[in-house]
């Protein structure tokens, strides 16, 4: 059974900075793509970040580029979403996902952790 354990969000000041991590259990984890996708309240889940299979290719919405970076240890089965320069609009519910090699079709999620941001 796959799952996903987000931790890492809280409230943070604007400017500030969180460290957001995922884990994974009961998959073959460098085989995955990994996202991280963010719902705001009242709004629909956007996508906010992708990082390959092994690492080497990342992806990120316009709004959070510069200023987030998601990176991945396969050895630890864990995704990271380090997240600077954080603005009361980041405020959400982010999510980390897995997504089967090169698919952009994700098929497993976590439960979400929050990440407020103060203005």
């Known amino acids: 059974q796959v799952q996903l354990v987000e931790s890492g969000g809280g409230l943070v000041q604007a400017g500030g900075s969180l460290r957001l991590s995922c884990a994974a259990s009961?998959?073959?984890?460098?085989?995955?793509?990994m996202g991280w996708f963010r719902q705001a309240p009242g709004k629909e889940r956007e996508f906010v970040a992708r990082?390959?299979?092994?690492?080497?290719?990342?992806y990120y919405a316009d709004s959070v580029k510069g200023r987030f970076t998601i990176s991945r240890d396969n050895a630890k089965n864990t995704v990271f979403l380090q997240m600077n320069s954080l603005k009361p609009e980041d405020t959400a519910v982010y999510y980390c996902?897995?997504?089967?090699?090169?698919?952009?079709?994700?098929?497993?999620w976590g439960q979400g952790t929050q990440v407020t941001v103060s203005s």
């Open positions: 996902a897995a997504a089967f090699s090169s698919s952009v079709t994700y098929d497993n």
């Open positions: 009961g998959l073959t984890f460098s085989r995955y793509g």
């Open positions: 990082i390959g299979a092994s690492g080497a290719d990342t």
